[in-house]
């Protein structure tokens, strides 16, 4: 009986913690549907640097990838601000917690991991101001606000 209890129990702690016996099993991906709020920071590049702020990301993830929209609020390059910026979310992967996306399109990508309700990570983008092309590079970070684990903040859910 002991060594009926013993290996019940053995086998519980496996299938409880997932285990295989292999041990590379894949892992769940993390989830990242619902609000986020975003900032992106420190965009240097040759002769420019930029910010954006006020950002908002809307995400719906289904097996591995995502989609959703984003808006910024004030995206200021050298001094000079720009009006509120809207748009799709492109090209989101996930694994594990890694991921990446694209703002509009593969100019702006985002790549970094997602930890709960905090995700951040690098950013690197190119654009045209004044028809001379920049390419910037810095961090990003956001936290969600409404779905997941959190509760409603700034924006209403």
Not at 51 to 78: D, H, I, K, M, P
Not at 112 to 130: K, L, N
Request: one cysteine or more; aromatic letters at 8%; proline letters at 1%.
């Amino acid at each position: 009986m002991r060594k009926i209890l013993g290996w019940l129990s053995s086998l519980a702690v496996l299938v409880g913690c997932g285990a295989d016996g292999g041990g590379d099993g894949p892992s769940a991906s993390a989830n990242v549907t619902g609000s986020w709020n975003a900032i992106w920071q420190s965009m240097n590049g040759p002769d420019i640097s930029c910010s954006a702020e006020g950002g908002r990301l809307e995400l719906n993830q289904s097996t591995g990838r995502f989609t959703g929209t984003y808006r910024v609020q004030r995206l200021t390059c050298n001094g000079r601000s720009s009006s509120v910026s809207t748009g799709a979310v492109l090209n989101g992967t996930i694994q594990g917690n890694q991921l990446a996306f694209d703002l509009n399109d593969a100019a702006f990508h985002q790549s970094g991991t997602v930890t709960g309700d905090d995700m951040s990570g690098s950013a690197t983008w190119t654009f045209s101001i004044d028809g001379i092309s920049h390419t910037v590079t810095g961090t990003w970070s956001a936290f969600r606000t409404c779905g997941g684990t959190a509760a409603a903040s700034a924006f209403s859910c």
